[in-house]
Structure formats: structure tokens, C-alpha cells
């Protein structure tokens, strides 16, 4: 079984600011991979497009990998969990860019999603605050 956990932020200011993301995927409880990342920065950067980015590069890598276990994804995001789901409308131009490649990216997998309050995605959230330090300290 792997799981997923992902979190997504864009500091100092939503939207607008440094958007930076951070995923630990397990396997069988052992982690497998743990990522971070800087999005971008200033128009257009916002905590959803952070958010979307993480659960889509962790679904990237497990393609790239080729594993084809059973997936749980965990996030704190309840648009992006429910958007891909499919239980919420997708409506901005951001879900309408991600949802898509997610669902690409998911497509022949056997997963499920779930939403998970944030003390309980304390990893993922503070390699995407890890991004963002690097990004300051550059």
C-alpha cells in the first residue's frame, strides 16, 4: 500500500507570494520519497496551485517509478481532495488545469483520497515550509 500525504502554501501573501509545496509518499509504512519544491512566485501563485503541484509530482514519481500499488492520498486540502473526487464542481482555471492531469496521472490506479485535518499532515507541511526558507535564504 503507498500513501500519499501532500500540503501546499503561498507566503507571504495568498495569491501572489512564493508558492512552495511538500509530499512524503510511504510504502507499507517505510517512506519511499519525500519532496519540496518552490512553484513559483508573484501572479498567478496561489495555496491551491501549491497544493495541486505537490499531489501531482508525487503522482508523477510513482509513474516514473512504475509502482502500481494500491494509493491513499492524504491531504488537508478539502478543494483539491473533493475536485478530485469528483464530489465538488471544478470551476477556477487552476482546478480546471490540475484536475485533469491528476485524474490522467490516476487513471488504471486503484485509489482513494481522504481529508485530513493539518496536525495530521505535519511532514508534508513542513517540507513545503522547508522549500520556502531555501527559496528566502537563496
Known amino acids: 500500500m503507498i500513501t500519499i500525504y501532500f500540503d501546499g502554501l503561498c507566503e507571504p501573501r495568498n495569491p501572489g507570494g512564493v508558492a512552495t ?11 519511499l520519497k519525500k519532496g519540496c519544491r518552490v512553484v513559483g512566485e508573484g501572479r498567478g501563485m496561489t495555496n491551491n496551485v501549491a497544493e495541486y503541484s505537490a499531489l501531482k509530482r508525487a503522482l508523477e514519481w510513482l509513474n516514473e517509478e512504475n509502482i502500481c500499488d494500491e494509493i491513499m492520498i ?6 483539491v481532495i473533493n475536485q478530485v ?7 477556477s482555471q487552476t482546478s480546471q488545469r ?37 527559496y528566502r535564504n537563496q
Open 74 to 79: 492524504r491531504g488537508d486540502s478539502m478543494l
Open 21 to 31: 509545496y511538500g509530499y512524503v509518499i510511504y510504502q507499507n509504512g517505510k517512506t
Open 98 to 134: 490540475f484536475v485533469p492531469q491528476i485524474k490522467t496521472l490516476l487513471k488504471e490506479k486503484k485509489a482513494k483520497l481522504e481529508w485530513i485535518p493539518r496536525e495530521e499532515n505535519n511532514e508534508a507541511d513542513m517540507l513545503s515550509r522547508v522549500a520556502y526558507k531555501r
Open 85 to 91: 473526487k469528483g464530489e465538488w464542481q471544478v470551476k
